[in-house]
């Protein structure tokens, strides 16, 4: 009876780490995908090849909020990402390369790989894009506790489906035929068994002399509510070392905007600056970058200007900012052409009251 099929081995569900991984880098790569890259110098926004690269079509085989998507997703699961441009100064992600690495001069990479081409040419780190997020690989630290979690929720899922189960034992009486051909006979005889219990609403089995099949009841009670903790408990490791609030990830409505706030402050701003350093040292000079010019990224807002006009009023009425300072934080460009901009104001109610006073005094000479 040993050779007969009555054990499966309990799956791990592959895919609850990947949907996992997958929510938190999507998230933050639609986050970062909205954000715009400029050059600005002398206070004014640089819209030259650059700014087109950067925010409309980097490559001819991709969008530009698809380049970020993928430069977030290389960038997260792989610890790395290499951008490099062409001679057509088409920006291109690597999909793989080696990396080999210097103490005084530039770390250099070959065998640098673009879907099936492979360039035999050594790229210096001066000439290449290359951002890390982190100092230890997070796709290991991903597959390690997932170890554990797997199996639990693998578990779950096999107690789950036994809950409703068909549950029989079959008495045989001492088998004549101890073959092999005689044992998967009568394996087969019991798989179709099952298989009329399982699969049909009414099931008639003729009944065998030496052979009786009797089914068990079920007393488990497992609940479905045990299956999401495990997955909301792996997810919620996987963003807690992303950075991203487990409140905004799970959609809570309450106080949204705290979360929110974290998130884009821990979580968004320092990929943005990771990038912004990058292209700042490898697409600025030196001297040009000393005398103003200088890469600036403008993420996406979580509040409109609607939302904070009271605000703008107050720091323009007190003299805090000017309006072209305040369209900035704005996200709007500034206007060259209104002086009034540039110039800050304070109304009377921000005045010393002395002041106030001296302006209402009649002259009595």
């Not at 040993?2 to 933050?28: G, P, R, V, W, Y």
């Not at 890259?37 to 698809?66: H, T």
């Not at 597959?143 to 639990?152: I, P, V």
């Not at 600036?296 to 509040?303: A, P």
Request: with cysteine.
């Amino acid at each position: 009876m040993l050779d007969f099929d009555l054990i499966e081995e309990t799956s791990k569900k592959i895919h609850m780490k990947q949907l996992a991984i997958q929510t938190c880098i999507n998230m933050i790569g639609r986050t970062i995908s909205q954000s715009e890259f400029y050059v600005k110098k002398d206070k004014k926004i640089v819209k030259d090849e650059m700014y087109y690269r950067l925010n409309v079509r980097p490559n001819p085989n991709m969008s530009a909020s698809q380049f970020w998507q993928t430069v977030v997703h290389k960038l997260i699961y792989d610890n790395e990402c290499m951008i490099i441009q062409s001679d057509t100064e088409d920006l291109l992600i690597a999909d793989s390369f080696t990396r080999i690495e210097y103490a005084l001069v530039n770390d250099s990479f070959k065998d640098v790989t673009i879907k099936d081409f492979t360039f035999s040419r050594t790229f210096q780190m001066s000439d290449v894009i290359y951002l890390e997020y982190s100092n230890k690989k997070l796709s290991t630290m991903f597959d390690g506790l997932y170890a554990d979690y797997g199996e639990l929720f693998g578990r779950i899922i096999e107690f789950q489906k036994r809950k409703n189960q068909i549950r029989g034992v079959v008495d045989i009486e001492a088998v004549s035929d101890k073959t092999e051909k005689g044992q998967e006979k009568l394996q087969n005889y019991i798989n179709k068994i099952y298989k009329a219990f399982s699969g049909k609403s009414v099931a008639i089995v003729p009944q065998q002399k030496g052979f009786k099949y009797e089914e068990m009841k079920n007393s488990q009670s497992q609940s479905v509510d045990e299956v999401n903790k495990v997955i909301n408990g792996f997810l919620n490791q996987v963003a807690k070392a992303l950075g991203i609030p487990i409140a905004l990830l799970h959609g809570d409505m309450a106080d949204v905007e705290k979360p929110t706030r974290n998130y884009m402050t821990y979580c968004i701003d320092p990929f943005l600056k990771k990038i912004k350093d990058e292209l700042n040292a490898k697409m600025i000079d030196k001297t040009d970058y000393l005398a103003g010019k200088k890469m600036e990224t403008k993420r996406v807002s979580y509040s409109n200007m609607f939302d904070v006009a009271a605000a703008v009023d107050k720091l323009r009425s007190s003299g805090v900012a000017n309006g072209n300072e305040l369209r900035e934080e704005l996200g709007l460009e500034r206007v060259e052409d209104d002086p009034m901009l540039d110039k800050y104001v304070i109304t009377k109610n921000y005045q010393e009251s002395s002041d106030a006073l001296k302006g209402g005094e009649k002259d009595e000479t």
